[in-house]
């Protein structure tokens, strides 16, 4: 069983870019949810995907976007790049709709540095 | 007030000793807890959950919740210098995100 993995593995970019994060989920799990999570804080919801929809969305501006494939692999874009966007992004697989009782699995996550 | 609170630490523990860690919640709906472990520079590991009142033991660690006090705890059995990271407390209502207290830091002298 393969678990979560996310690429790239690092990143740096310059203000005003355009990012994008991949995330393949564990095999079996067909929801994904992105975190961001800033040095010495904890994980910061961005939004979760469903079934290729966006099923809830944390308090992050529209320049925070994503995607979600028919394989359950997920995107995640972040377009006109802040520096307070630096930060370890992580992706997590579970299984149904915001089934509250399914333990989030992350996966090694992207360390995105804007400069 | 914050949603889930956690004291930042550091907390430091001689080993073979118990190491206690707390969390406050706020949202009185909430249904589901999780403790995640975080290594510097690492993504969160999943070391327990529990969803009922009372004690929930695996191996050295035990997690223990009252809801009524809103109030989740890990206490880490015979810490081991390996035990040594950031210990997160996360919270799971009806929707679908998990919300996480800003860790606390755990240091075990050897």
């Known amino acids: 069983e393969t678990g979560v993995t996310q690429s790239p593995t690092h990143l740096i970019k310059t203000r005003g870019q355009q990012v994008t994060l991949r995330c393949s989920s564990q095999?079996?799990?067909?929801?994904v949810s992105w975190y961001q999570q800033a040095l010495g804080q904890g994980p910061q919801f961005i939004f979760q995907?469903?079934?290729?929809?966006?099923?809830g969305r944390g308090n992050f501006p529209p320049r925070f976007s994503g995607l979600q494939f028919p394989n359950y692999s997920s995107e995640l874009n972040v377009n006109a790049l802040e520096l307070d966007d630096s930060a370890l992004y992580l992706c997590?697989?579970?299984?149904?709709?915001?089934?509250?009782?399914?333990?989030?699995?992350f996966g090694n996550g992207t360390r995105l540095t804007v400069t | 007030q914050k949603e889930v609170e956690q004291n930042s630490g550091p907390l430091s523990v001689p080993e073979g000793a118990i190491a206690s860690l707390n969390c406050t919640y706020s949202d009185r709906g909430s249904q589901s807890f999780f403790w995640y472990r975080q290594y510097s520079g690492k993504s969160p590991e999943l070391i327990m959950f529990i969803y009922s009142n009372g004690d929930k033991e695996d191996g050295r660690f035990t997690a223990q919740l009252n809801k009524a006090s809103q109030y989740v705890s890990l206490l880490i059995r015979d810490s081991q210098p390996s035990d040594s990271a950031t210990y997160l407390c996360a919270v799971k209502g009806g929707a679908q995100k998990l919300v996480f207290g800003q860790g606390t830091r755990l240091t075990i002298n050897p």
């Open positions: 095999s079996g799990h067909n929801t």
């Open positions: 995907y469903y079934r290729e929809e966006e099923n």
């Open positions: 997590a697989s579970s299984l149904g709709q915001g089934a509250t009782h399914s333990p989030l699995h």
